[in-house]
């Protein structure tokens, strides 16, 4: 399984940016997919998932209004649209595939690159 995330870059608080992750090498349709992010010094940690197969998403608190996850099953890929960005929003943004939904880094074998999110004040 390959996970290959894109759509970073800088911009201004208040933004908006739409992260992508492509995978490749698997059924998508029976995964989760998980974003997480890890700013300088800090774990990484969860920020929204996709139950692929009910639709079902979840998010973390500091996220929710501001971000929307979602997925296109015949292009294998997932999204996260993130609105409203703040300077704290700053972070490299990983995606993960697993099969069960975890919000624990730990629990996902196969991981994305990541793409680098800063927010400027």
């Known amino acids: 399984v390959q996970l290959q995330a894109s759509g970073g870059g800088l911009v201004q608080a208040g933004g908006s940016l739409r992260l992508s992750c492509a995978v490749s090498g698997r059924a998508f349709s029976s995964h989760v997919m998980t974003w997480f992010r890890q700013a300088p010094g800090k774990e990484r940690e969860f920020v929204s998932a996709?139950?692929?197969?009910?639709?079902?998403?979840y998010y973390a608190d500091s996220v929710k209004g501001r971000f929307t996850i979602s997925g296109d099953k015949a292009k294998n890929t997932g999204y996260l649209e993130i609105n409203g960005l703040k300077p704290e929003d700053t972070a490299v943004y990983y995606c993960?595939?697993?099969?069960?939904?975890?919000?624990?880094?730990?629990?996902?074998?196969?991981w994305g690159q990541g793409t680098q999110v800063t927010v400027s004040s």
């Open positions: 993960a595939v697993g099969s069960s939904y975890s919000r624990s880094p730990s629990e996902y074998r196969f």
């Open positions: 996709l139950r692929w197969g009910g639709g079902n998403t």
